[in-house]
């Protein structure tokens, strides 16, 4: 049997705004974008009578056994989409947990393109749409992943374009609880994003923004604040900001050079601290 290779890429929030709540969960707008650090799917069709799912690589550890992945080809066994074909799945994880760059959720968005792609799932747009949301609440932004702008109403433009900027993500030694952030949010922020347009991927529109997840994580994990400032500091770096729930905290710069100054001044003041030089797709 083929093995195919899938490159499940990092998302990262350049924006995020909490605008409400509904009985069950928060309603955000956000700015989207990916970068180049991705998690590496290796995938392919056995003679079983179970899919056979394992995680492997540096942020593979203390991945429940329940997670996006299993969930997703659970629910595709439920509905016989998958017509009793059975798969193989190890994901190399590059990605690191409770980053704020949704990792899990991406791997399961890129099965599901996948499967889309080669036709072993013949599901119209809605549908598609449907069983992501069914899986996780932001499987969606990876279907088909290019810049996009999440409303608050839930709609998603999509884009085709790249913002073409470098990224120094830095990820501490700790993870930030999704959940224990939103249940801190009391205070919320009119909406910005519901007429979504291209220009606000520009650098100068983007650097003016917020994640407004930030002042609870900063609270919560002082350091996070630290790593913002330091990097806002560092030269030529055009905004910094966290990603989702953290605990990234990305800088962004329009060059390669400036980027990577900023990855050894960042070495050289936090040792323990995992982050890596990457670039939007």
């Not at 998690?39 to 056994?65: A, P, R, V, Y």
Request: with cysteine; net charge positive; aromatic share 12%.
């Amino acid at each position: 049997m083929n093995t195919f290779k899938i490159k499940s890429y990092a998302k990262v929030n350049l924006a995020l705004n909490v605008t409400g709540k509904t009985a069950k969960l928060h309603k955000i707008e956000s700015i989207i974008t990916f970068v180049n650090l991705h998690d590496s799917i290796f995938l392919k069709e056995i003679f079983n009578k179970t899919h056979k799912i394992f995680f492997k690589g540096k942020f593979s550890k203390n991945i429940n056994k329940i997670n996006t992945v299993t969930n997703l080809f659970k629910l595709l066994d439920k509905k016989k989409l998958l017509k009793n074909k059975k798969f193989e799945i190890k994901i190399i994880k590059n990605i690191p947990q409770k980053s704020g760059m949704g990792g899990g959720s991406m791997n399961a968005a890129s099965l599901i393109n996948f499967f889309v792609k080669k036709k072993i799932l013949k599901m119209k747009k809605n549908e598609i749409i449907k069983l992501a949301n069914s899986i996780g609440s932001d499987v969606i932004l990876g279907i088909n992943p290019s810049i996009s702008i999440l409303c608050s109403n839930g709609v998603i433009k999509k884009f085709k374009k790249n913002i073409n900027l470098y990224t120094l993500i830095v990820k501490p030694n700790f993870g930030c609880s999704t959940s224990f952030i939103y249940s801190k949010i009391k205070k919320f922020s009119k909406s910005q994003f519901n007429f979504p347009k291209k220009e606000m991927f520009k650098t100068k529109y983007l650097k003016d923004l917020n994640n407004d997840l930030e002042d609870v994580a900063f609270k919560k994990h002082p350091n996070l604040k630290k790593i913002k400032l330091f990097l806002k500091n560092t030269a030529n770096s055009k905004f910094v900001r966290m990603t989702g729930s953290g605990s990234s905290i990305v800088a962004y710069f329009q060059s390669k050079g400036a980027c990577v100054d900023a990855y050894i001044q960042f070495k050289r003041k936090f040792k323990s601290h995992w982050c890596i030089i990457s670039k939007t797709i």
